[in-house]
């Protein structure tokens, strides 16, 4: 299984790719405010780093990730409760919990949904 904090020192080449993307819609993220969802945030370290960073200062975030121990690392390392904070979730469940439906103003995810067969 993925340590959290090893795939947190390795992953310079998806920070690279977060960041040129995000670059290239700064003046946009930069208005973007209310709820967003990070799918797949992993350890939490692009998504409080590199993602957070470029939003309006009053946007809230909410990482999610099916690995408990990712979801554990992210709260632990990255969390403060209130502006970030990090949930299980498998984003290809069937039954997606009441708190998730309709809640989000803007949804985010980077290196993660080629990992899920059911797109939809
Ligand atoms: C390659 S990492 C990407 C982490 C980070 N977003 C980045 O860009 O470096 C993919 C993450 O997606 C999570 N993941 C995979 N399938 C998922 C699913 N069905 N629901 C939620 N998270 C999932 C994995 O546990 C992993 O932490």
């Not at 003046?27 to 998504?47: A, R, W, Y």
């Not at 121990?69 to 949930?87: C, I, P, Q, S, W």
Request: proline share 4%.
């Amino acid at each position: 299984m993925v340590e959290p904090a090893q795939y947190s020192l390795f992953d310079n080449e998806c920070k690279k790719n977060v960041s040129s993307l995000l670059n290239e819609f700064a003046k946009e993220l930069k208005n973007i405010s209310g709820k967003c969802m990070d799918i797949g945030s992993g350890p939490g370290d692009i998504t409080k780093e590199i993602l957070l960073p470029f939003l309006d200062p009053n946007a809230t975030m909410i990482g999610i990730d099916i690995m408990e121990k990712m979801v554990k690392y992210a709260n632990e390392t990255y969390g403060d409760g209130k502006r970030l904070k990090f949930e299980v979730l498998d984003i290809q469940t069937k039954s997606l919990p009441e708190k998730y439906i309709s809640k989000f103003d803007h949804i985010f995810s980077f290196h993660t949904l080629q990992w899920c067969n059911d797109i939809r």
